[in-house]
């Protein structure tokens, strides 16, 4: 079918003439999308079955990776890409009269995730099949996913995400492996010979039913699964004792609330929004997930689950799916008969734990009462997991109050979701050596007291696949004409571009291409805002959500003192730029949302002021997400990562920029430390307080913002235009932003790391002039990116925590 073009496109026509009784002269691109869709997955079904067996047959350990959040993107093109069919499609269809961009962007993106934490777990999904390690993804098919942004009138404007509207072609429906969430209710305990059993009642049942997504490997005959639960009703249930079911619109009610737990995903990006729904779907994830893990690990060994932990081992991404600790308890007591003893040992052999953040605001923390109401046999567990390790601790510190209190899994009222996952699971990982650094020393350094053997770091990847290979083909071709093709199976050989570095024939190769990315972007810029811009210019990036520790009012306030600097001097020599941004806020988050507000107030006049010369622009693009991601980052000359240090565990877009070329202008936090060690001094601008600073400032005082502005000419004047409506908005519009600042001491020191901020700005600026060494240090970048492909990451998860091994499919 895609052994060659003329084959593909009998084989298209056919089935698109069969799917949608429609000659191809009058077909649709949606239709052939979809037509491609269902080839793809025919084609692949064969191997999805063959890996399936192989791994209900072999013995080999698996990896569950639990998360709420897997932000997939789109697979068209990467199905092809893995199935090493992508030229020949491209091929055909143009041949065809087709227009294969146009069918690409059919491909609504499956945006089940808000950021980095579900980028992640979906590049490590791809890492795990391109390997063939037997990893599979658990997830929620929530209904709508990321909200899509709208700016309007320069502010953002949330609509649903209703990326289900045209059937998602990847999944399949597998009701016959539903399983059933129970929720409420109350437990009986009855006591048989000496011995305590649990029996729930009155729950409300929840009918969990798996939608599969095949994880299709890189040229290997993997495809794992990514296993999204739906959430129910159960019809015609005997059990059902909760609700008088004959009364229709009560059944409507409970249908309605039911439905509610896969519904949304939460658009908070590092905060927790402490509602019930959100418990609820915590609890529905781990649950269904856990059960038909053990359905079917009960299938294959007749032996009982004392061994589970050989076999299997479950992630926890971040503290979300912690209830992984106190289900898992209690399915191998309740239900296998396990003594506390036997299944906290099963248990903590077999879950494991990704720490992502350290913000205060993220750590989740869920009251007592709701967690009883909704799960009163999970908190009962919980409950003693807490009393039993406080009882440890006290054999340990006797007497030391105030270290067991900071150390309890229940305190003050609440479950600390994140001592629940360290206590139980045998590995606590940070994602970039600074954040697990933090994490030992200071923020967790008391765990670490206890656990020391639990810690341990795993730098973030990103897979090269999509973001160099599918997003930058034809940097991926020159690489490959550089150095051969072996960096594909193998990334970190990309180092053997070290040599090009000083080649000018590369350099202007990378260059054109370069070029090329901006024009394809420029002109996506002008389709969407109207704004013409120079494609010469200097791109400088910031992409990522919108939050007040990521600063993009750092870079707002130095395009604003820049803007101030040609208006005062129209024939300033600096290289033209073009500042772009990308970014969603939290749609209770209002003071990000006056931070999109600002750039887009600023953006209408420096866009719209004939006297600069065009010498700057600023863009805000809407909607950013993972399909505009790709266009953006090729194009990008300047990788904006500009963290207050110590806040950002990790970042991954940093890694996406480096591997496509764009040099980075950041703060020493997260991996901007690794990707810094490895391009060395002079292929990255640093600047700013270090984290160390940071968080002596935070724990010393010292800083006062006013101060910066009584003294600092520039600083002020940019914070007065802020009240004074200089960019034409009323003076009341970013007051808050003014006043967040000066009253509330500038929390993550936008203006003491302004003046080094826009040092280094210049720094770009001389940097940029002198090309030869510019591309000279892109090549650099691009050499050392392959540290960052997340099939590094994968294997360290796979060596050092779970213990898996690839298995081969043929
Ligand atoms: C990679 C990615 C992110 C994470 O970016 P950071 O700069 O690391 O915060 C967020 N959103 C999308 C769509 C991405 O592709």
Same mark, same amino acid.
């Given at each position: 079918?895609?052994?060659?073009?003329?084959?593909?496109?009998?084989?298209?026509?056919?089935?698109?003439?069969?799917?949608?009784?429609?000659?191809?002269?009058?077909?649709?691109?949606? $239709?052939?999308?979809?037509?491609?869709?269902?080839?793809?997955?025919?084609?692949?079904?064969?191997?999805?079955?063959?890996?399936?067996?192989?791994?209900?047959? !072999?013995?080999?350990?698996?990896? =569950?990776?639990?998360?709420?959040?897997?932000?997939?993107?789109?697979?068209?093109?990467?199905?092809?890409?893995?199935?090493?069919?992508?030229?020949?499609?491209?091929?055909?269809?143009?041949?065809?009269?087709?227009?294969?961009?146009?069918?690409?962007?059919?491909?609504?993106?499956?945006?089940?995730?808000?950021?980095?934490?579900?980028?992640?777990?979906?590049?490590?999904?791809?890492?795990?099949?391109?390997?063939?390690?037997?990893?599979?993804?658990?997830?929620?098919?929530?209904?709508? &996913?990321?909200?899509?942004?709208?700016?309007?009138? &320069?502010?953002?404007?949330?609509?649903?995400?209703?990326?289900?509207?045209?059937?998602?072609?990847?999944?399949?429906?597998?009701?016959?492996?539903?399983?059933?969430?129970?929720?409420?209710?109350?437990?009986?305990?009855?006591?048989?010979?000496?011995?305590?059993?649990?029996?729930?009642?009155?729950?409300?049942?929840?009918?969990?039913?798996?939608?599969?997504?095949?994880?299709?490997?890189?040229?290997?005959?993997?495809? $794992?699964?990514?296993?999204? *639960?739906?959430?129910?009703?159960?019809?015609?249930?005997?059990?059902?004792?909760?609700?008088?079911?004959?009364?229709?619109?009560?059944?409507?009610?409970?249908?309605?609330?039911?439905?509610?737990?896969?519904?949304?995903?939460?658009?908070?990006?590092?905060?927790?929004?402490?509602?019930?729904?959100?418990?609820?779907?915590?609890?529905?994830?781990?649950?269904?997930?856990?059960?038909?893990?053990?359905?079917?690990?009960?299938?294959? =060994?007749?032996?009982?689950?004392?061994?589970?932990?050989?076999?299997?081992?479950?992630?926890?991404?971040?503290?979300?799916?912690?209830?992984?600790?106190?289900?898992?308890?209690?399915?191998?007591?309740?239900?296998?008969?396990?003594?506390?003893?036997?299944?906290?040992?099963?248990?903590?052999?077999?879950?494991?734990?990704?720490?992502?953040?350290?913000?205060?605001?993220?750590?989740?923390?869920?009251?007592?009462?709701?967690?009883?109401?909704?799960?009163?046999?999970?908190?009962?567990?919980?409950?003693?997991?807490?009393?039993?390790?406080?009882?440890?601790?006290?054999?340990? =510190?006797?007497?030391?109050?105030?270290?067991?209190?900071?150390?309890?899994?229940?305190?003050?009222?609440?479950?600390?979701?994140?001592?629940?996952?360290?206590?139980?699971?045998?590995?606590?990982? &940070?994602?970039?050596?600074?954040?697990?650094?933090?994490?030992?020393?200071?923020?967790?350094?008391?765990?670490?007291?206890?656990?020391?053997?639990?810690? $341990?770091?795993?730098?973030?990847?990103?897979?090269?696949?999509?973001?160099?290979?599918?997003?930058?083909?034809?940097?991926?071709?020159?690489?490959?004409?550089?150095?051969?093709?072996?960096?594909?199976?193998?990334?970190?050989?990309?180092?053997?571009?070290?040599?090009?570095?000083?080649?000018?024939?590369?350099?202007?190769?990378?260059?054109?291409?370069?070029?090329?990315?901006?024009?394809?972007?420029?002109?996506?810029?002008?389709?969407?805002?109207?704004?013409?811009?120079?494609?010469?210019?200097?791109?400088?990036?910031?992409?990522?959500?919108?939050?007040?520790?990521?600063?993009?009012?750092?870079?707002?306030?130095?395009?604003?003192?820049?803007?101030?600097?040609?208006?005062?001097?129209?024939?300033?020599?600096?290289?033209?730029?073009?500042?772009?941004?990308?970014?969603?806020?939290?749609?209770?988050?209002?003071?990000?949302?006056?931070?999109?507000?600002?750039?887009?107030?600023?953006?209408?006049?420096?866009?719209?002021?004939?006297?600069?010369?065009?010498? %700057?622009?600023?863009?805000?693009?809407?909607?950013?997400?993972?399909?505009?991601?790709?266009?953006?980052?090729?194009?990008?000359?300047?990788?904006?990562?500009?963290?207050?240090?110590?806040?950002?565990?990790?970042?991954? &877009?940093?890694?996406?920029?480096?591997?496509?070329?764009?040099?980075?202008?950041?703060?020493?936090?997260?991996?901007?430390?690794?990707?810094?060690?490895?391009?060395? !001094?002079?292929?990255?601008?640093?600047?700013?307080?270090?984290?160390?600073?940071?968080?002596?400032? =935070?724990?010393?005082?010292?800083?006062?913002?006013?101060?910066?502005?009584?003294?600092?000419?520039?600083?002020?004047?940019?914070?007065?235009?802020?009240?004074?409506?200089?960019?034409?908005?009323?003076?009341?519009?970013?007051?808050?932003?003014?006043?967040?600042?000066?009253?509330?001491?500038?929390?993550?020191?936008?203006?003491?790391?302004?003046?080094?901020?826009?040092?280094?700005?210049?720094?770009?600026?001389?940097?940029?002039?002198?090309?030869?060494?510019?591309?000279?240090?892109?090549?650099?970048? %691009?050499?050392?990116?392959?540290?960052?492909?997340?099939?590094?990451?994968?294997?360290?998860?796979?060596?050092?925590? *779970?213990?898996?091994?690839?298995?081969?499919?043929?």
């Amino acid at each position: 079918m895609f052994t060659n073009k003329e084959s593909f496109k009998k084989a298209f026509v056919e089935t698109l003439e069969k799917k949608f009784s429609n000659r191809l002269e009058d077909t649709s691109p949606i $239709n052939c999308y979809k037509t491609l869709g269902s080839m793809i997955c025919t084609h692949v079904s064969n191997n999805w079955i063959k890996t399936r067996k192989k791994y209900q047959q !072999d013995e080999e350990k698996q990896v =569950y990776y639990f998360s709420m959040e897997f932000l997939m993107g789109r697979l068209l093109e990467t199905n092809l890409l893995n199935i090493g069919t992508l030229e020949i499609v491209q091929e055909g269809l143009q041949e065809l009269g087709l227009d294969y961009e146009q069918i690409v962007d059919q491909e609504h993106d499956a945006g089940l995730g808000n950021g980095g934490l579900g980028r992640l777990a979906a590049c490590f999904l791809d890492s795990l099949a391109s390997q063939q390690f037997p990893g599979h993804g658990c997830g929620i098919r929530y209904k709508y &996913g990321l909200f899509e942004q709208k700016i309007i009138e &320069g502010n953002q404007v949330e609509l649903p995400d209703y990326w289900l509207k045209e059937d998602y072609v990847w999944e399949v429906r597998r009701s016959n492996e539903a399983v059933q969430v129970r929720f409420g209710g109350h437990v009986d305990i009855h006591e048989n010979d000496g011995k305590l059993t649990f029996h729930h009642k009155n729950y409300e049942p929840v009918l969990a039913i798996p939608y599969d997504v095949p994880i299709v490997g890189f040229n290997n005959q993997t495809v $794992n699964s990514l296993r999204l *639960w739906s959430a129910e009703p159960v019809v015609n249930d005997s059990n059902i004792q909760f609700a008088n079911l004959n009364n229709y619109y009560k059944f409507l009610d409970y249908k309605r609330s039911i439905e509610s737990i896969s519904e949304f995903l939460y658009p908070d990006d590092s905060h927790i929004e402490g509602k019930k729904l959100r418990l609820k779907q915590q609890y529905f994830l781990v649950s269904a997930g856990i059960q038909s893990i053990i359905k079917r690990y009960k299938e294959k =060994y007749s032996t009982s689950l004392n061994r589970l932990h050989e076999k299997i081992s479950l992630h926890i991404n971040d503290t979300h799916p912690a209830l992984i600790v106190p289900e898992l308890m209690r399915i191998l007591m309740d239900d296998e008969g396990f003594s506390w003893e036997e299944a906290w040992e099963v248990t903590t052999k077999t879950a494991a734990y990704t720490n992502h953040t350290t913000l205060s605001e993220a750590l989740e923390k869920w009251p007592i009462e709701m967690i009883q109401e909704l799960m009163p046999r999970i908190f009962m567990i919980i409950d003693e997991i807490n009393e039993r390790f406080c009882r440890e601790l006290w054999e340990k =510190y006797p007497g030391e109050f105030s270290r067991i209190e900071e150390l309890a899994v229940i305190a003050h009222g609440q479950v600390r979701m994140a001592h629940l996952a360290i206590v139980g699971s045998f590995s606590v990982n &940070g994602v970039a050596q600074l954040h697990t650094d933090i994490l030992k020393s200071r923020e967790m350094k008391h765990f670490y007291d206890v656990f020391p053997e639990k810690f $341990n770091n795993k730098t973030n990847g990103i897979t090269h696949r999509r973001w160099l290979l599918k997003a930058n083909p034809n940097l991926a071709d020159r690489i490959t004409d550089a150095i051969g093709n072996r960096w594909i199976d193998e990334p970190s050989i990309l180092t053997r571009l070290t040599e090009f570095a000083s080649d000018r024939e590369f350099q202007q190769q990378l260059k054109h291409i370069k070029y090329e990315n901006k024009r394809n972007l420029a002109n996506v810029i002008y389709k969407k805002t109207g704004v013409k811009i120079d494609e010469h210019s200097i791109f400088d990036v910031q992409v990522k959500r919108l939050h007040a520790y990521k600063r993009q009012l750092l870079n707002v306030f130095h395009i604003m003192h820049l803007y101030n600097r040609l208006r005062e001097n129209p024939h300033l020599d600096i290289v033209p730029r073009t500042f772009i941004f990308g970014a969603k806020a939290a749609p209770s988050y209002y003071f990000a949302k006056k931070i999109i507000k600002l750039i887009n107030t600023v953006a209408n006049v420096v866009n719209n002021d004939p006297t600069i010369n065009n010498k %700057i622009k600023v863009i805000f693009l809407e909607n950013y997400n993972v399909s505009l991601a790709e266009k953006i980052i090729p194009a990008a000359d300047v990788s904006e990562q500009i963290s207050t240090a110590s806040k950002e565990a990790s970042g991954t &877009g940093n890694m996406k920029f480096m591997m496509n070329g764009a040099l980075t202008l950041g703060t020493l936090d997260g991996a901007n430390v690794e990707i810094h060690e490895h391009v060395g !001094d002079d292929n990255i601008f640093i600047f700013g307080l270090s984290s160390e600073e940071v968080l002596n400032l =935070y724990s010393y005082g010292g800083y006062s913002a006013r101060q910066m502005y009584n003294c600092n000419e520039r600083i002020k004047t940019v914070l007065d235009q802020l009240l004074e409506g200089f960019f034409g908005h009323t003076d009341v519009e970013f007051k808050d932003i003014y006043y967040q600042i000066l009253q509330n001491n500038d929390e993550y020191f936008v203006l003491k790391d302004f003046d080094s901020y826009t040092k280094a700005q210049e720094h770009v600026d001389l940097a940029y002039r002198n090309e030869n060494s510019w591309y000279e240090k892109a090549i650099i970048n %691009i050499a050392h990116s392959g540290n960052f492909s997340s099939d590094r990451t994968i294997r360290e998860y796979a060596e050092d925590i *779970w213990g898996i091994h690839p298995v081969k499919i043929d």
